[in-house]
């Protein structure tokens, strides 16, 4: 899936701060206001919507028109656009993981053998 790199650095960008990710998360369970979002945070409401700005340039969100509400509403695509780029690394951190995983099995296997030595002279120290 080709993705256009200028939209996934805005995404990336988008998601690097934790507020940003907060509200990212309660926009996943519906669509809410800024007055809505401000609620669970301890900063303004300026500060809020310079926050849902950044995420409408990453095209992350979109304002809906409701009557006199403009509800802010979690947009999925450059979210799967990220973690499809992602998922081209999967099989580098996998086999990371796997050759770990066997230097983790060589290094203790050999502890394991010096403890059942240790164990077996000392059965025999004991006889």
Known sequence: MPTDENQLNQTFMALADPTRR????????????????????????????????????ARLISVGHDAQRRPRRLEAQPLAEANAWLEHYRS????????????????????????RKKRNRSAVRGK
């Open 22 to 57: 907060a509200i990212l998360a309660r926009l996943a369970l519906g669509d809410a206001t800024v007055t809505e979002l401000v609620k669970p945070f301890s900063i303004s409401q300026p500060a809020i919507s310079k926050h849902l700005k950044i995420l409408e340039r």
């Open 92 to 115: 580098a951190w996998e086999a990371n993981f796997e050759r770990l995983d066997g230097l983790l099995d060589e290094l203790q296997r050999p502890a394991a053998r010096r403890r």
